[in-house]
């Protein structure tokens, strides 16, 4: 079998995995090798045809498949050496990784590993709806490859589950490709559309509101017989129910990470988030082994992803350089309406790129504090106007270098 050698493999040719590509090559690592599974290069963004991409890495404003060529072609010039139609398959060793690709099977073996796989929406079968498996039932990424990529029908009239950022992602591909929006539905008593641009997401969430986003409501059944010919809609305030006619059903959100890979090398997965567990050096469970991106925790907008590769590839470099690596050593814990966090581990006390932790709860609340804990000794305490769920709230990290690595886990509470 065919062995390469790299000193850097990156699984995911994304906006994480692209990005820290390049940027490992700008701090001079030889040889780095970017694999996807997929034809092209360029990660979801390619999927997505409208603006939103680019503010934060880039500083300008690009439709996705602008944003994923810009990437590709920077990577390319910069000597980043990218295999697309290559799928990880699994692990042979401890820094080797097998593939299949259209040349046959190989493995490839290197000084580091970042995994950067994404994250994928949960389909109606995990969401367990009940109804017949018909025609019409789309996630945002399989609509957007029917309307953007092969140019196939969808339907006329849909019904869109999740009232989130993507959700709105989804809205804009019916509505380009002139769809009626018959509903989009959200469990939670609110939408949950943050976006970046303020007037743009105010056009844009008035335009949702009149496509009447229904709150507490959830889509109950799926109706028809060869295709989706109706949903039943149950308002979860008043239990009641009715239908609601149609021929595409969209469902939107609850991502899940691409852990696969993660898994089959025997990483410690964080319960909460479900991706890989990382220190704030982005660093796995696994000597040599990094994860960044939606991998980590589900979808979060692509330049924060790209932002993310950036830094995993200066730890990625500082590993190289060293060849310290300090294993786990203290989890951070969360405590219920905080469903995930990460960095959700602490290795070592010294140089933490990451400056802030990021973390998520599960339900509306107002004027709150949030509070770090090691045993009964408070840390830090930040107070928040408002958190929402489906929005990433960033915990300042100051206190990451003063703890004692030999005591009790550390905790995230919230209280009143
Ligand atoms: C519908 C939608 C709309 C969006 N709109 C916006 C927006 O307007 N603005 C914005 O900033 N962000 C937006 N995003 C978010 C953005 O696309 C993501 O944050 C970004 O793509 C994350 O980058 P990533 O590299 O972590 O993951 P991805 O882009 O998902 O890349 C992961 C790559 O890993 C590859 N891979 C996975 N497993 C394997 C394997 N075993 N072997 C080989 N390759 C593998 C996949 O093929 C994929 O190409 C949107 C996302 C979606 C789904």
Redesign the pocket.
């Known amino acids: 079998m065919d062995i390469k050698h790299t000193d850097v493999l990156i699984?995911?040719?994304?906006?994480?995995?692209l990005s820290a590509a390049l940027t490992l090559k700008k701090l001079g690592v030889a040889k780095v090798t970017v694999?996807?599974?997929?034809l092209e290069a360029g990660?979801?963004?390619r999927l997505?045809h409208?603006i939103?991409?680019g503010i934060r890495d880039w500083h300008r404003i690009y439709s996705g498949p602008q944003y994923a060529r810009q990437y590709v072609k920077k990577a390319i010039a910069n000597g980043v050496d990218i295999h697309t139609s290559?799928?990880?398959t699994g692990w042979t060793g401890e820094n080797t990784l097998s593939f299949t690709s259209p040349n046959g099977l190989g493995e490839i073996e290197a000084k580091a590993i970042l995994l950067?796989?994404?994250?994928r929406e949960r389909p109606r079968a995990a969401r367990m709806i009940p109804g017949k498996r018909v025609q019409g039932v789309f996630t945002?990424?399989s609509l957007?490859r029917f309307v953007d990529e092969h140019h196939l029908p969808v339907g006329t009239r849909a019904v869109i589950v999740g009232a989130e950022i993507?959700s709105l992602?989804?809205f804009l591909t019916l509505k380009q490709a002139g769809i009626k929006i018959a509903a989009m539905t959200t469990e939670l008593p609110r939408h949950q559309i943050y976006f970046p641009f303020s007037p743009i997401k105010w056009i844009l969430v008035d335009l949702l509101e009149r496509a009447t986003v229904q709150t507490l409501t959830r889509v109950s059944r799926i109706l028809g017989q060869k295709r989706v010919e109706a949903v039943e809609l149950t308002h979860l305030d008043t239990g009641k129910t009715e239908i609601t006619a149609c021929d595409a059903v969209i469902f939107t959100g609850d991502w899940i990470p691409?852990h696969?890979?993660a898994r089959a090398g025997g990483l410690a997965i964080n319960k909460g988030t479900r991706g890989p567990q990382v220190d704030a050096q982005y660093r796995t469970s696994k000597r040599g082994v990094f994860a960044a991106?939606?991998?980590l925790r589900g979808?979060?907008?692509?330049?924060i992803?790209a932002l993310e590769g950036r830094q995993a590839a200066h730890c990625i470099h500082k590993f190289l350089q060293t060849q310290t690596w300090y294993g786990h050593k203290l989890p951070i814990e969360v405590e219920q309406p905080i469903t995930w966090v990460y960095p959700n581990t602490i290795s070592d006390a010294e140089g933490q790129p990451i400056k802030y932790l990021s973390f998520r709860v599960s339900e509306f609340r107002k004027n709150v504090s949030v509070k770090v804990y090691q045993s009964n000794k408070l840390l830090h305490t930040q107070t928040f106007r408002q958190l929402s769920p489906l929005q990433t709230v960033r915990l300042n990290g100051d206190w990451l270098t003063a703890l004692n690595l030999e005591a009790e886990p550390i905790k995230l509470v919230i209280t009143s």
Do not use: K, W, Y
């Not at 699984?11 to 994480?16: D, E, F, K, L, R």
């Not at 694999?35 to 997929?38: A, G, I, L, P, T």
């Not at 950067?116 to 994250?119: I, P």
């Open positions: 699984v995911g040719a994304g906006p994480t995995g694999v996807d599974r997929e990660g979801m963004p997505c409208h939103g991409f290559t799928t990880i950067a796989t994404g994250c945002t990424g957007q993507v992602s989804a691409e696969e890979v991106g939606n991998l979808v979060e907008t692509a330049d992803s």
